[in-house]
């Protein structure tokens, strides 16, 4: 039996493709740019190693500070100084600190208690008090994966480029959240390396991260956010990068893991947090940055609504075609970025990522209220 073209076929169909063509360019165009340049960039870079100011705001983080601080003042570097500002700390991260300084005397630290309280006072700190240009920026609770880590992502700064993206994963578990974290990081992580290669920048992450002082003073440092919580590495990002100044470092030595909440609460606060500044993006950038999972809410709740009108045959075969090309980048995220998501957790999470994202923005509107960490 024919189905018959009515109006609300029409429109059906007309959605399906539009969103359809929105996936295409995500995952045959924008995507797969990420390993032409990770080709280019591994067999012809000049090696430079500036001195280096490597910065870490903490927040009561002595557990982390611990655990990771060692292997970031143990990197393999010719000359870099560690500066860690202790943002009103109520635990005992500053005595921590002071004795690990004892044998680390390239580590300085700061302990904030001034009136000005959050993320952003504190890194404005320790960027002002910073000795060299070139500054690299990761988080408490994160570990490079190598002693190589400060050396790939130092050596991707140049003449021109002084705004350097870094990827920050997270360790491996079994549990399926674990697994859609990871998963999630790392198609973010392909959306924002995608964006910066075509001149769009809209987002690097604060746990791996780097630039020059010159280009933080430029832009006036993050006074145009200042008033907003979050916004230290995205909104930056926005204001202070250029298709001509932005370079990505995908080398596996230069990227940094935490490890992943492990409950859908803490995550969802986590995720609440982080787009919580996205209201704030141009439009430009927020059109970028959901485009990819709104689009394919649209592909998939358009496809049921084709098959329950009796066009099913059509919108299966996309379907299909366009779930093979979703594996077929997992796999190469998978060999780049070092996430391990299998094919059965690619399938799943297609579908359930948009469905997650939906309850994402309904928990944020309703629940969840801005923190200054």
């Known amino acids: 039996m024919i189905p018959e073209f009515s109006i609300i076929n029409i429109i059906l169909i007309s959605v399906f493709a539009l969103s359809s063509l929105i996936q295409l360019y995500f995952y045959a165009y924008l995507f797969p740019k990420v390993w032409n340049i990770k080709s280019q960039s591994s067999s012809n870079k000049t090696i430079f190693l500036p001195p280096i100011s490597v910065i870490i705001a903490a927040r009561n983080e002595a557990i982390n500070l611990e655990k990771n601080l060692l292997s970031v003042l143990n990197q393999d570097y010719p000359m870099f100084?560690?500066?860690?500002?202790c943002d009103h700390p109520t635990d005992n991260s500053y005595d921590l600190l002071l004795e690990i300084q004892k044998s680390y005397k390239n580590l300085t630290i700061i302990n904030d208690q001034d009136s000005k309280y959050g993320k952003k006072a504190a890194l404005s700190l320790a960027i002002n008090k910073s000795s060299y240009e070139n500054l690299v920026f990761t988080d408490a609770d994160c570990q490079p994966i190598s002693k190589f880590w400060l050396k790939e992502i130092a050596s991707s700064f140049s003449d021109t480029k002084h705004l350097i993206l870094g990827?920050?994963?997270?360790?491996q578990g079994k549990s399926f959240l674990n697994s859609f974290i990871r998963y999630d990081a790392a198609l973010i992580a392909l959306q924002y390396f995608g964006a910066a290669i075509v001149g769009k920048a809209y987002m690097g992450v604060g746990r791996n991260l780097a630039y020059t002082?010159?280009?933080?003073?430029?832009?006036?440092?993050?006074?145009?956010?200042?008033?907003?919580?979050?916004?230290?590495?995205?909104?930056?990002v926005i204001a202070a990068s250029t298709k001509e100044n932005t370079e990505i470092c995908l080398n596996p030595d230069s990227f940094t893991y935490s490890e992943a909440k492990k409950t859908w609460k803490s995550f969802l606060n986590q995720k609440a947090r982080h787009i919580s500044?996205?209201?704030n993006y141009k439009i430009e950038s927020k059109i970028i940055s959901g485009a990819e999972i709104v689009s394919r809410a649209i592909f998939w709740g358009s496809l049921i609504l084709l098959s329950v009108n009796g066009l099913h045959c059509l919108g299966i075969f996309i379907a299909i075609i366009?779930?093979?090309?979703?594996?077929s980048i997992q796999a190469k995220v998978n060999k780049t970025l070092k996430t391990k998501i299998s094919v059965f957790?690619?399938?799943?999470?297609?579908?359930?990522?948009?469905?997650?994202?939906?309850?994402?923005?309904?928990?944020?509107?309703?629940?969840?209220?801005?923190k200054q960490w």
């Open 81 to 85: 100084e560690l500066i860690v500002v």
């Open 167 to 171: 990827f920050g994963g997270y360790l």
């Open 213 to 236: 002082k010159t280009l933080w003073k430029t832009v006036g440092g993050f006074s145009d956010h200042e008033s907003i919580s979050s916004g230290d590495d995205d909104l930056f």
């Open 345 to 370: 957790y690619v399938i799943l999470f297609d579908t359930f990522a948009p469905f997650f994202y939906g309850l994402l923005v309904i928990y944020k509107l309703l629940i969840h209220s801005n």
């Open 277 to 279: 500044t996205s209201t």
């Open 322 to 327: 366009r779930t093979l090309l979703s594996i």
